[in-house]
C-alpha cells in the first residue's frame, strides 16, 4: 500500500473548495428559502466535501499517481454537472429541480460503481475505498451502531410522551422490518452524497487535525468544524425561527458522531463502512416512523436537552477506547505541515 504527503496548499485548496461552495450556495438559500424549495441545496452540500478532496489531490501531481482518478473523476463530473444544473434552474426555470437531481444522483451512484470496479485495486486500496477491507470489523460497528441509535431513539420518544405501544409496534412489524434489510443495498443507489461527505471528514481532514492536535483533540475539533459546515441547512432549510436549537443540535450529534465515526475510521480504514453508518443515520427513523403521530422536525430546548443527555451517555466514552491513546499511523497519508 502507497503512502503520500498532504501539504498546506492541499488543506487550503480543500478548505477554499469545500467551504466556498458552501458559502456561495448558503447565500443562495438565504435568499430563495421563503420563495422556492430548496432541499436540492441539501443534497449537493454533501458533495462539497469530496469535491474540494478530489480537486486539491488530483491537483497534487505527486499524489494524483497513487489515486483512482477515473473514479474522482467520475464523481466530479456528476457532482459539478449537478450543481451547475441547480444554478441554472434557479436562473431560468420555476419549479422544484429536486426531482431531477435525484434521478440524477442515483445514476451517478450507480456509475461509480462501475467505474469503482474497473479501477486498479491499490489505487482503490489508497483512497480507503476497498469495500472489503476489515469486513467483520466494520460489520459488528454498524450493528453497534443500530443498537445505539434505536436506543436514544426510543427512549426520547418515550420522554417526549409516546406511548410504548406505539414506539414498539414499528419494530415488530414485517414490512418495516423488510425496509430495514434492504436499508443497506439501497445505500448504493445513493452513494454519492455519503462518499461525498465521508471522503472529506474522515478520509481527509481527520488524519490532518489528528496529526495537528491528538487524536482526542483532533475529533472534537472535527465535529465542530463538521457541525459549522450545516449551517446553511440549520439556517435556511429547517425552521429558521428554531435556527438557535438547530444550530446547538447539529453540534451536539456531529461532535458525538465525529467520536464514533473516528473510532470506526481508526479500527476500519474504511470509508465505505463509515458512509454506510451516516446513511442509515439520516434514513433509519424514517423508515421505522414515519407513521408514529407526535414525530416531526421541530426542535426545542427539550430535544436539544435530550439529545446532549444521550449523545453524551452514548458517544463520549468511546474516546477511552485504546484508537485514541498513544500514537496514530494511518496506512495511506503522511500529513507534512
Not at 35 to 60: C, E, R, T
Request: glycine share 6%; charged share 15%; with cysteine.
Amino acid at each position: 500500500m502507497n503512502r503520500y504527503s498532504i501539504s498546506k496548499k492541499d488543506i487550503v485548496i480543500f478548505l477554499i473548495v469545500t467551504f466556498g461552495l458552501t458559502m456561495a450556495m448558503g447565500i443562495v438559500m438565504g435568499l430563495l428559502y421563503s420563495k422556492k424549495p430548496i432541499d436540492s441545496f441539501v443534497l449537493l452540500q454533501m458533495y462539497y466535501p469530496a469535491m474540494g478532496v478530489m480537486v486539491a489531490l488530483l491537483y497534487d501531481k505527486e499524489i494524483r499517481k497513487f489515486l483512482p482518478v477515473k473514479l474522482f473523476g467520475g464523481y466530479l463530473f456528476f457532482s459539478i454537472t449537478s450543481v451547475l444544473y441547480l444554478v441554472l434552474h434557479i436562473l431560468i426555470f420555476d419549479g422544484d429541480p429536486s426531482k431531477h437531481l435525484s434521478y440524477w444522483m442515483v445514476f451517478g451512484s450507480i456509475f461509480l460503481i462501475i467505474l469503482y470496479a474497473d479501477e486498479n485495486d491499490e489505487k482503490i486500496r489508497n483512497s480507503g475505498l476497498k469495500l472489503s477491507v476489515n469486513g467483520k470489523i466494520s460489520f459488528r460497528y454498524v450493528i453497534l451502531f443500530i443498537i445505539l441509535y434505536l436506543f436514544r431513539l426510543t427512549t426520547t420518544f418515550y420522554i417526549l410522551g409516546s406511548e410504548p405501544k406505539d414506539i414498539l409496534a414499528p419494530l415488530l412489524d414485517p414490512v418495516v422490518l423488510f425496509k430495514i434489510i434492504l436499508l443497506p443495498l439501497d445505500f448504493f443507489v445513493a452513494i454519492m452524497p455519503f462518499l461525498g461527505e465521508e471522503l472529506g471528514w474522515r478520509y481527509f481532514l481527520q488524519p490532518i487535525l489528528q496529526e495537528k492536535v491528538g487524536k482526542r483533540k483532533g475529533v472534537i475539533l472535527l465535529g465542530l468544524i463538521w457541525g459549522i459546515w450545516h449551517l446553511p441547512v440549520n439556517l435556511f432549510y429547517n425552521s429558521p425561527a428554531m435556527s438557535p436549537y438547530f444550530i446547538l443540535n447539529q453540534l451536539i450529534v456531529c461532535i458525538a458522531y465525529s467520536i464514533f465515526f473516528g473510532l470506526v475510521y481508526m479500527k476500519t480504514e474504511n470509508i465505505w463502512t463509515i458512509s454506510l453508518i451516516h446513511y442509515i443515520n439520516n434514513n433509519l427513523s424514517a423508515v421505522i416512523y414515519s407513521g408514529l403521530e407526535g414525530v416531526d422536525n421541530v426542535f426545542g430546548w427539550k430535544v436539544s436537552l435530550l439529545n446532549f443527555v444521550f449523545f453524551s451517555l452514548l458517544y463520549l466514552p468511546f474516546l477511552c477506547s485504546k484508537e485514541y491513546k498513544g500514537n496514530m499511523e494511518y496506512n495511506r497519508v503522511e500529513v507534512n505541515l
